[in-house]
């Protein structure tokens, strides 16, 4: 099945050159389908290359999917056109009276500042405690992933000595529950990062759960017991060409960066990237979509949120 997207989101021409199912909106009216509703919170500066990763990979699945993008109504975003923004985003303002099967919070680049320092903090606050009562999951990425946790249970983020930059090895904690049910007993995902969240705060918190981690870069996939909350500090979301972007760029602009690991053949930034998360970027959504949101929300979006038993073994 599709993911469902606006006739004129510039992500819809580059999915379907790669022969990815997307349908417009136009078409999308016209079938009696109950698709999963979501809602993409984009921080990133690059909005639409992060809006053509998450639903790349939000497509590879047999459910559909109707996407709603959101934006920081209180952050001047310098390097997406504010016609983009007017025409393919809307504030949480203009959707709070909405309930959405699933929300994903990307990213951002501002991990030098405190939380309390970045300019939407506030209402990303706000955000998250609206998702409360009218998201059924929420999916975290790296920078949201610590925001959130320090949010919701005060555990705060460290400065690295270096950047957590490339593409790591990790494993498989508990085989058993659903979000990493088919995942290989070791498995690769990128980082790019300049703080990071410790073990000994995250175990101190008996609702939370660590599924995965990296002896190199430390926790990746860490989801609350009820299953409704899910952070993921890493970024398997990330194309092929991305991390070679961001070392590009810092390159340029004179900033302390290292060759990104695991990533370049023979560390030699002129060979093209060995592509090593692929598989597990897709498994990881799909298993979100399916085991977090699909199997378990109700049918009427207006039960959303109700409590998330699971039973799997």
Known sequence: MPVKIPDTLPARTILENENIFVIPETRARHQDIRPLRLAILNLMPTKIQTETQLLRLLSNTPLQVEVTLLHMRSHNSKNTSREHLL??????????????????????????????????????????????????????????????????????????????????????????????????????????????????????????????????????????????????????????????????????????IHIPVNYFPNDDPTQPPIVRWRGHAHLLFSNWLNYHVYQLTPYDWHDIPQAAVYSYG
């Open 87 to 256: 025409k393919h985003y809307r504030t949480l303002g203009q959707v709070q009276r909405s309930k959405f099967d699933g929300l994903i919070i990307t990213g951002a680049p501002v991990e030098h500042l405190e939380f309390e320092e970045v300019d939407y903090w506030p209402e990303l606050q706000e955000v998250m405690d609206w998702a409360e009562s009218n998201v059924f999951s929420t999916f975290f990425i790296c920078w949201a992933s610590q925001a959130a946790l320090y949010h919701r249970y005060g555990i705060p983020k460290y400065p690295l000595p270096r950047k957590m930059f490339g593409v790591f090895e990790h494993r498989v904690l508990d085989p058993r529950h659903p979000l990493v049910r088919g995942f290989d007993d070791r498995f690769f995902a990128p980082h790019s990062r300049h703080t990071e969240i410790r073990r000994q705060d995250v175990e101190r918190i008996p609702d939370l759960q660590i599924l995965a981690e990296s002896e190199e870069a430390g926790l990746y996939l860490i989801v609350s017991k009820d299953g409704r909350r899910v952070y993921v500090p890493g970024h398997s979301e990330y194309d092929p060409l991305t991390l070679k972007y961001e070392y590009e760029r810092d390159l340029s602009k004179g900033l302390p």
